[in-house]
T-cell receptor, first 114, second 111 residues
């Protein structure tokens, strides 16, 4: 079966420090991968998606970047964190069920920038 | 106008009540629709897909009205364990199947 791993679960980082969040998927090949952010009391915002190795699309201009060095690995990074980068970061992959596409999420990383 | 709009709630209902949530979407070309459930401080999980003909899963019924561009979720005989945030999700389709999430409707079921 397919599983998605995301770490760390929680992170407290000072303003101006770098960030690296990692996500890996098991049990599937060539998945579409996504990074979402959920700010406190707000909905999920799509940050990046990737349809293959080295292929990254950004949905919103921001202080973050993403990379996909391997088929089942998706990394979210920042060189210098801002206070506004605080939030709940979720990695996801999508699967075609034969009827429609469903998204499956990692357990999320709760980032607090102080 | 937001791509997906939901009433944020909260909806406070007693156990056993029936509650309905609505969601509207702006892109008429949207291809597929879902309801996700998100518990506090957890990741969203798929509750059910929404099909044009409407579909039911136990106490949950989902409906889609393409002409009016809205989706609904009906929960019958509410349980305490139904307390969560319900997210309306729309897929515009295409290569990457980008899912657009509503901000969610908070449900609190009480004794």
């Amino acid at each position: 079966s397919q599983t998605i791993h995301q770490w760390p679960a929680t992170l407290v980082q000072p303003v101006g420090s770098p960030l690296s969040l990692e996500c890996t998927v098991e049990g599937t090949s060539n998945p579409n991968l996504y990074w979402y952010r959920q700010a406190a009391g707000r909905g999920l915002q799509l940050l990046f998606y990737s349809v293959g190795i080295g292929q990254i699309s950004s949905e919103v201009p921001q202080n973050l970047s993403a990379s996909r060095p391997q088929d089942r690995q998706f990394i979210l990074s920042s060189k210098k964190l801002l206070l506004s980068d605080s939030g709940f970061y979720l990695c996801a992959w999508t699967a075609w069920t034969g009827i429609n596409t469903e998204a499956f999420f990692g357990q999320g990383t709760r980032l607090t920038v102080v | 106008r937001k791509e997906v709009e939901q009433d944020p709630g909260p909806f406070n209902v007693p156990e056993g009540a029936t509650v309905a949530f609505n969601c509207t979407y702006s892109n008429s070309a949207s291809q597929s629709f879902f309801w996700y459930r998100q518990d506090c401080r957890k990741e969203p999980k798929l509750l059910m897909s929404v099909y044009s003909s409407g579909n039911e899963d136990g106490r949950f019924t989902a409906q889609l009205n393409r002409a009016s561009q809205y989706i609904s979720l009906l929960i019958r005989d509410s349980k305490l364990s139904d307390s969560a945030t319900y997210l309306c999700v729309v897929n515009k389709g295409g290569t990457a199947s980008k899912l657009t999430f509503g901000t969610g409707t908070r449900l609190q079921v009480t004794l």
